[in-house]
């Protein structure tokens, strides 16, 4: 996928107004609530309450505030398009994402802009982070760590870069029979709401198995809850069941 700077230096026969163009259709596309997407908006958007919801609880801000989240320094790993991003930087947070693919972070630009939603934007691994003297209030890494093949050195970064009684949020799979069956068999072959190959179930993380990674850097885990699924509204919810799609909230000590 092209960035910026190639777009600038294509031959003349690319219309880079057209480019452009593409791009920001791509970006509506993505937050188009009856569009292709709308399943991963759907899903997104009760993990977006929960997760304001533990930010608000772990830093005592009251969420009926317009900016409630002013003061506050957000790190989303894994970005994607910037779909927490951008409603966690409307209330006033100063976020950062980063994206490992350029795609994304380029339509996640492109959408903020359009929007005039101030967040800041790279194209880099949480690793780069670390040559920086920055540590964040809350970090948010949501459906990353299944794709990742050292799960360990991710658990790790996240906890370095989290300041002391910081928030960590990690959103995820559990690695259960009834998430195989639910997470892959059913939204990738079944119902077609996710390509095919979208999980690999033996990446899939036990939440015992976050805690034992996290305790290493001293994190406590807070609170564990599940995501699921209601076909007969056809919405999502939180759920104390956390055998599928779950949250786990945890705390850094002073």
Not at 62 to 83: A, K, N, P, R, W
Not at 118 to 138: S, T
Not at 164 to 177: F, K, S
Not at 188 to 199: A, D, F, N, R, S
Request: net charge neutral; aromatic share 8%; hydrophobic share 40%.
């Amino acid at each position: 996928m092209l960035d910026k700077s190639q777009l600038s230096n294509r031959p003349k026969m690319l219309d880079q107004q057209a480019e452009i163009a593409k791009f920001d259709a791509l970006a509506r596309e993505w937050r188009d609530p009856k569009g292709k997407f709308k399943h991963v908006l759907a899903f997104n958007q009760t993990r977006l309450t929960a997760i304001e919801d533990a930010i608000a609880g772990h830093y005592q801000r009251d969420l009926t505030q317009d900016v409630c989240f002013e003061g506050l320094s957000i790190l989303d790993i894994g970005c994607g398009v910037g779909l927490l991003c951008e409603p966690l930087a409307s209330q006033g947070a100063d976020v950062t994402g980063i994206d490992a693919s350029a795609h994304n972070v380029l339509l996640a630009q492109r959408h903020a802009k359009s929007w005039s939603i101030k967040v800041e934007y790279q194209h880099c691994l949480a690793d780069d982070l670390l040559n920086k003297p920055l540590q964040y209030d809350v970090i948010l890494n949501t459906e990353v760590i299944e794709h990742v093949d050292d799960q360990r050195q991710l658990i790790d970064v996240c906890c370095q870069l989290l300041k002391p009684g910081g928030l960590l949020v990690m959103a995820t799979l559990n690695r259960t029979i009834k998430s195989y069956l639910i997470a892959i068999i059913g939204a990738e072959y079944v119902m077609g709401y996710l390509p095919k190959g979208t999980h690999d179930w033996r990446h899939f993380v036990k939440p015992q198995e976050i805690d034992n990674m996290i305790s290493r850097h001293g994190l406590t885990t807070i609170k564990v809850e599940g995501m699921r699924f209601n076909p007969f509204f056809n919405q999502w919810k939180t759920s104390r069941q956390p055998d599928v799609n779950y949250l786990l909230y945890a705390q850094k000590p002073l």
